[in-house]
């Protein structure tokens, strides 16, 4: 028992230092970004996800506003309940999508040059891999995430404005006429955050299970299957120990 | 049984694999299959075997088409054929034995029967001391044996060989030659190769080059 | 992506009816669908007890900010948490999740066999892949996906519970009460698990089995399984209670 216990510790440990290596050689290496990987990266990670978080925002959001739909007619409460659900449960939902296309694909790609042997190659010829390859997916992730997620805020302002007028009977012109009285910047500034922190987590996460791939075809399906897994299990832990911050520091 | 292709064409998405190849393999010939990587050796052996569906034309099985063939009548014809992969596409998570079991179980073999007959293979493949070691610690010669063992419990009448000798050293090359002809004995033998090699001496070569046979 | 969600719906169900007619014709293996059952529990489960235990906190924090604003009392929120919990989140949630945790491993598992010639061994040792492999997860998936969702339910509402009670001060019990709960509700559920249950595998499987070449046909089999199977869950889930809206709606 004890013993099992020591080891779980363990080898969390080492998952958290792994992950730390990652994102310490990450930011050694960001005043010297290679320009033309991260271009790369960037329409990788952000511009070809574009049209996955368009229809999965669309999806969630009118779903969210079938649910308080129901509300309606019962519940006063239910502007309240939808106010929390279109700014929890669509960028939560929306970070784990994110976080399988871009966690798998990175991952996979790292993997595939690893098993390969082409990390060896690069650094045979005395270039680091983190320069040119981990660093500017860091940060193409985290601006993607970014990105990606201030297009679907957007998104969820329309569908809330669809939600008032389901819910309140709230024509949409007026909708957006009190908008002032909606939205607050702090929410705004919180999913921001919080999304960015995503996708830092999917960055890291993922390139650190790229990079511990072995064994050939095998070895790169089980290096994006376990960056999928990490990415949830990171996005889940993010999202618990930011908001209460969050919350307490922008919201009023 | 006598296997021909009647311009037998294979797509793969925009990339042509197989382009109207006509030939055919007598009951009992040993053909050799030859040419560049891409020129198709790989697709036409699994054609050969049913396992991919020509795009266009079709593979006779002595005088059956197989595009006529439903999935079961496939399946059930597919005994008849035994193939070493290229990749031996051993399962590790079974033992030597348990592999060339396979083949004979699926087929519901009566137990005694089926391990007589995997022993008795197993022993023509010069495997006998290792039946409960898995895939994953044997030598690539041995894996290949093992390979070739599987492809002939069941007693096939056909033997496709997809580039047997690759990544062995000279000496195992020969061997694993030597076995394929032996154990190919009263069959018909296709084996694949990049080049034809002195240790598997055959009555005919094919030369594949982009999906067609290349006469001279 | 490519081709439009009909055409790679099309596949899915396809292939899904492929696998039914396989299994029926050769039968699966009981073993096997015990295995996956095993596999699909103890992987999932803790991502899906752990998740939506944290996601139950962040929502409860959210509206506990909300309601202070507008009208003070949080435990009027109970009842339509639990419902909402019940008939939309959990159900989502868990199928998000058991996509990304099962539908990876999935599609890299079947990758790896495709590009490693194994199914085409398989299909010459007489086996039907699609009845050996495909068949067992899905009918593990659609057996343990429910159980996972009411795990889910669970975990969400009584960390709910939880914070209310102890980080707020407040009545917490108001959240694990069921009041508002209705049959369609419960049925509504069942049936996006049911359906999504069924997805996730056939998604996965899908990518896995037409994986072809090298080990990046792997990485690429799992990008596009999963993504598809996380999307086509929240396609389902859109569609059933838009479904169950309008049948409520009528009544």
Known sequence: MIRAVGRLTLWALRGLGANALVLARTLFYLPRLDGGELRRALVLFGFRSLPLTLGAAALIGATVVLQIGVYATRLYAGWAAGFSLLWEFGPLLLGLVMGARIGARNAAELALLNVNGQLEGLRGISLDPFRILVAPRVVASLLSVLGLASVTFLVAIIWQAVAAYLTLGLPVRIFFGAFADLLFWGDLAAGIIKSAAYGLAIAVVSTTAGLKAAGGAAGVGRAAAAAVVSGCAAIFFLDLALTPWLAKVLVR | ?216 | MTGGPLRVLGAQTMLFARTVRAAARHGVRRREVLRHMAELGTSSALLIAVGLFFFGVVLVTIAWAQARKYFGNIAVLGPPYFQLILREFSPIMAAVLAASRQGASTAAALGAMSVNEQLEALELSAADPLAELVAPRLIASVLVLPLLTVLGVVAATSSAALTITFAFQNNGAAFLDPSLVTTGDVLSALVKTLLCGAFIPIAASLRGLQAQGGAGAVGEAVTVGVVEACMGCLLIDFLVAAAFFILSAQQ
């Open chain 2, 1 to 216: 049984m006598q296997l021909s292709t009647h311009a037998l064409t294979l797509r793969f998405g925009p990339t042509t694999a197989l382009s109207a190849l006509t030939t055919n393999f007598p009951e009992g010939s040993r053909t050799v299959v030859w040419g560049p990587a891409g020129g198709g050796k790989t697709s036409l052996l699994k054609c050969l075997a049913g396992l991919l569906r020509p795009t266009e034309g079709e593979v006779r099985w002595d005088d059956v088409s197989t595009s006529g063939l439903s999935a079961e009548a496939r399946r059930a014809a597919q005994v008849d054929f035994g193939m070493v992969f290229q990749t031996d596409a051993l399962f590790d998570s079974l033992t030597v034995l348990d592999n060339v079991l396979l083949p004979l179980r699926n087929r519901r073999v009566p137990e005694a029967e089926a391990s007589a007959r995997a022993h008795e293979a197993l022993r023509r493949v010069g495997l006998s001391h290792a039946l409960d070691r898995r895939p994953e610690h044997l030598s690539g010669g041995m894996k290949k044996r093992c390979g070739v063992a599987r492809a002939i419990v069941a007693r096939p009448h056909v033997l496709l060989a997809d580039d047997p000798f690759s990544g062995l050293d000279p000496q195992t090359e020969r061997s694993i030659a030597e076995l394929l002809l032996e154990v190919s004995e009263g069959r018909t033998l296709v084996v694949a190769l990049p080049d034809p090699v002195d240790a598997l001496p055959v009555t005919r070569t094919v030369r594949l080059v982009d999906g067609a046979e290349a006469r001279g």
